[in-house]
């Protein structure tokens, strides 16, 4: 992979070409450049080590064509490993780059700043032993991309997405980061990417986590709790980790697509009109539906679509498990997917008005209704990663070959191929002869140095 020399690629995503830059070795001097700073500015904290007791705060501001960059002039040498570092108030369009984050308090994005990006960054905070998170976003607009968070041993998580009251910071992104080695041991609490939290349920954030890579990532059975409203979590890796699952908790409206979870990773939805597709499982991971309970502290899975995916489930668990709880998950409609199981395929000990169609399951079925599905080897095979992929074999069965459809939701497939109104069950498009456009993420293709 080709990438950028370091001042060429600074220069990129910083569009300040016809701002000034400015390099200063101090808090003092760093909030007095900022204080005259205007858009397309360029602000460089020389190399070496910021043990600030006090954060500087920011409250400058640039245009969407030209932000004001704050950042390390030559990239993870300006190490933050004091007590604090930045503070936002009122900021906006403001970049923040390729520091270290080695401080003792959470670096927060305040709810008073607006398009904000933390960018190229490495987050392994001094830990005090006890419950902290590291990065804090709850400004509208947040971009959060190709940073490295790693060596979480505390309760708390990597990266928490929140906002004041029952309010959630909406429109951010969080794409191309690594998130690595979350060591917490505990039985909750140690999420890598929290979105949302408690009473957010119904708040819609419309943020989208993408294209990230969770190593290790094993603080929580939840690698990935969604805790609010109106999401897309799609084209991310999880590998790697002894647990943790893209969980949609609470809240509704969320679309789960394209990911790879690979190892003990799954998916388990709770709340209305979700969407999960052209995922692949692979592992001690399972798709899971989840029930609620009569005090609706968990509200149950209701009118979600879970099409065109495959689960290749092992240790004797089953690919779709319905939980079974107070209240039953009603009206989901399960079709088009590749179920695979050493044990039974699918488990549904209650459930309400569900639509099973087109589904392939291996020869011990389970709870799947005869109208629901086949029962057939979809002959697949590993590739060089150990993904279990289609193969020309897998064809020769009709539905496999053939799913039911349209879905209009999912035109594509796992790949980014396109999909036809009846193409192939699972969350692959079939190629004869043709590269695989899309494989599980590795470390070189996201954090601080990647494209």
């Not at 689960?311 to 039953?328: D, F, I, M, N, Y």
Request: with cysteine.
């Amino acid at each position: 992979m080709t990438t950028l020399p370091s001042a060429q690629e600074d220069a990129a995503v910083s569009a300040t070409a016809t701002g000034r830059q400015v390099v200063v070795e101090s808090a003092e001097a760093l909030a007095k450049a900022l204080a005259g700073a205007a858009p397309g500015d360029r602000v460089e904290l020389a190399p070496g080590n910021y043990r600030w007791d006090k954060p500087v705060t920011l409250r400058v501001s640039g245009t969407e064509e030209a932000p004001v960059t704050i950042a390390s002039a030559r990239r993870g040498k300006a190490v933050f490993d004091g007590r604090a570092s930045f503070a936002f108030a009122g900021a906006e369009h403001l970049v923040i780059q390729g520091f270290q984050f080695r401080q003792s308090t959470p670096l927060t994005v305040a709810h008073t700043a607006r398009h904000i990006r933390i960018t190229r960054n490495l987050f392994e905070l001094d830990e005090p032993g006890t419950k902290n998170s590291w990065l804090l976003v709850e400004a509208d607009d947040t971009r959060v991309d190709r940073n490295t968070f790693r060596h979480k041993s505390a309760q708390g998580v990597f990266l928490q997405i929140n906002g004041p009251g029952d309010t959630v910071a909406r429109r951010v992104r969080v794409d191309r980061n690594l998130f690595h080695d979350h060591r917490y041991d505990g039985s909750n609490g140690g999420e890598a990417i929290r979105l949302g939290y408690g009473v957010k349920g119904p708040a819609v954030a419309n943020a989208v986590i993408e294209g990230n890579l969770f190593l290790g990532a094993s603080g929580d059975d939840e690698v990935v709790s969604v805790k609010c409203s109106g999401n897309t979590v799609r084209n991310n890796t999880v590998t790697g980790g002894k647990r943790g699952s893209i969980v949609l908790r609470s809240g509704n409206g969320t679309t789960v697509s394209g990911n790879f979870l690979l190892g003990t990773a799954g998916i388990r939805v709770y709340g209305d009109d979700h969407e999960v597709f052209n995922n692949h499982i692979q592992g001690e991971g399972q798709l899971i539906v989840g029930p609620g309970d009569h005090d609706r502290a968990h509200l149950p899975a209701r009118r979600t679509l879970i099409v065109h995916n495959t689960v290749v489930a092992t240790g004797g668990r089953a690919a779709l498990r319905v939980k079974s709880g107070e209240v039953p998950p009603s009206k989901v409609t399960v079709a088009a997917n590749i179920l695979v199981s050493d044990g039974k395929a699918v488990q549904v000990p209650a459930a309400e008005g569900f639509t099973w169609r087109g589904n392939v399951t291996t020869k011990q079925r389970g709870d799947l209704p005869a109208s629901g599905g086949v029962q057939a080897d979809p002959r697949l095979e590993a590739d060089a990663q150990g993904v279990l992929r289609l193969t020309r074999d897998s064809l020769k069965i009709p539905a496999v070959e053939r799913a039911p459809g349209p879905f209009p939701q999912v035109s594509n497939d796992i790949n980014g191929r396109t999909r036809p109104a009846l193409g192939n069950a699972g969350a692959e498009q079939f190629e004869a002869g043709s590269a695989v456009t899309r494989a599980p993420l590795t470390a070189e293709e996201v954090g601080p140095s990647s494209k």
